[in-house]
Nanobody, 123 residues
Framework: DVQLVESGGGSVQAGGSLRLTCVVS??????????TAWFRQAPGKERELVAS????????DYADSVKGRFTISRDNTKSTLYLQMHSLKPEDTAMYFC???????????????WGQGTQVTVS
């Protein structure tokens, strides 16, 4: 089975930084082009796409709300996806999920595989 396991969440003060990690196992991470992405979901809100990267062109894409503050990256040798977050704001507070799917899209239903999530709290 494919598994995505996130880590790195926590509680930080506004202006702080965190780095989220998502380790992928169960299939050859790099064998075909696909999209890996970070979503987040705050209580009472819909799950939203934060950042994504498609192996076909390796160009990251970001939600406007995080541009200039967050950086998504991949290490194919480690089958790992990262999200470096700087200048965190209280509105970044949410459960963060990594996901994998055939192509990058806003809709969560596009993605086949999901991690269990890691909580980020900014005060």
């Amino acid at each position: 089975d494919v598994q995505l396991v996130e880590s790195g969440g926590g509680s930080v003060q506004a202006g702080g930084s965190l780095r989220l990690t998502c380790v992928v196992s169960g299939y050859t991470y790099y064998i075909r082009d696909h999209c890996t992405a970070w979503f987040r979901q705050a209580p009472g809100k819909e799950r939203e796409l934060v950042a994504s990267i498609y192996t076909g062109h390796n160009k990251p894409d970001y939600a406007d709300s995080v541009k200039g503050r967050f950086t998504i990256s991949r290490d194919n040798t480690k089958s790992t996806l990262y999200l470096q977050m700087h200048s965190l704001k209280p509105e970044d507070t949410a459960m963060y999920f990594c996901a994998s799917g055939p192509y990058c899209e806003l809709r969560p239903t596009t993605y086949n595989y999901w991690g269990q999530g890691t909580q980020v709290t900014v005060s």
